[in-house]
């Protein structure tokens, strides 16, 4: 406990991975746990093992104020979500919370209540979104484990980035409260692969809590699969029709793990694009609509409190019609379609987790797209890099949404079908983590485990940030 205590001390000022600690707490619960193991009762294997938890999750004893200011002084919650209730129950000793952007609606991790998280390989670059927090901590030794949410890559692509495992389990596999029936989910960030089983043994137990739950299955996630490869057929590809080309770093690492699967025994097999337009093209409206809705709730009607780039996001929600709405509806049902479709075809499907690596922590999108450059102490401003405080140009509200959507060509689609989907770390582009997603067929979350850790020991590498170097 005083080492990863120590890390935090040490390193939270330089990424800025959690907004809140209880190292008092932590002390308390962790001599509680020797003293279990002295006696021979622990509470299970992970009894004493330190956690995070991203801070939308709710939390018993801490705070859950989504980055946003209107909740500066937010008290304590008095409930946990599933996720962290059945990991208190094991044992493992609850440390802190971690940051997010705000409304966990950004491509990177700032908000005006915590400032700009920051990436343990390269401080200048971010540690992704949503879950930015829970990634950077993991990377960065703070906690081997940290809970994360994920809605469109929000666990994912922040395990991509900073060169860890972020799980997404089926639609319905962890409980989840507030229960959400939608594409969210919530997973755990690992260092390994191997580390999954455990800890998915414990998150997938029932819970009541949640009606939109799938029923317990009852798997014992550490069980081995002998053979789990022959005779199946994995599909691969680094385009899926839409959204940012995958830089070439990225898809050079992709390729050169995909090389290293050519012996586990099964058929790999290069795939088209799914698709032959720009899904968010039809599907922008219906999100604007419903993350304004989410932000006056959360924010109680103070959307003037939030970044700019997010009020404006906010604004394009406004009026849109219901014509806009059914549209967005109809595209919603063929993406899941296609899914569907595709994963029927293949055992397993492998992509890059992110098209590009990690961009710069003070920008709210990448710089190969629209872009707003944020920072919680001046207002953005709209446009390219180059002019008056670095950027020139100007854009009308609302361009900034291909922002976010651009990035996540890969990882959406499998929110909305529901499928599982792991991120493995797979390679170094420009001395930062690539990230090779590892998608399973309709709820088969323990395949896709098992998948995960039979790849990244086909790969034989450990990725480990400078901060551990």
Known sequence: MEHVLKRIEVLNPKINAFFFTDPAGARAAAAESERRWAAGRPMGPLDGLPFSAKDSSLTRGMPSPQGLTVNRDMPPGDRDAPAIARLREAGAILIGKNTQPELASL????SGLYGIGRNPWDFSKTPGGSSGGSGAAVAADMVPLAIGGDSGGSIRIPAAHCGVVGVKASFGRIPLYPPVASSTTTGPFVRRASDIPFIMNLLTRPDASDPYALPYDGVDYTRRQPDLFKG???????WF?????T??????????AINRFRNLGATLISIDAPFDHDPFDRLAPMFAAGARKKALTKTGGRLDTLLPVLQAWFEEGKDVTPEEMEIGLA???LVIERMNRLMEEYDFLLTPTSPITAHEAELAFPPDVRLYRVSPTRGPECGRPGGPNGI??????GEHHSGWFAMVPFTFPFNYSGHPAISIPCGLADGLPVGLQVVGRKQDDFGCVSAAIALEEALDRKFVSPLLG
């Open 241 to 245: 029709g839409y959204g940012l080309r």
């Open 331 to 333: 595209e919603q049902k």
């Open 247 to 256: 830089s070439p770093g990225v898809a050079t690492a992709f390729r050169g």
């Open 232 to 238: 199946k057929r994995i599909g691969f590809t680094d």
């Open 107 to 110: 491509a990177s991790c700032i």
């Open 392 to 397: 020139e140009g100007s854009c009308r509200i």
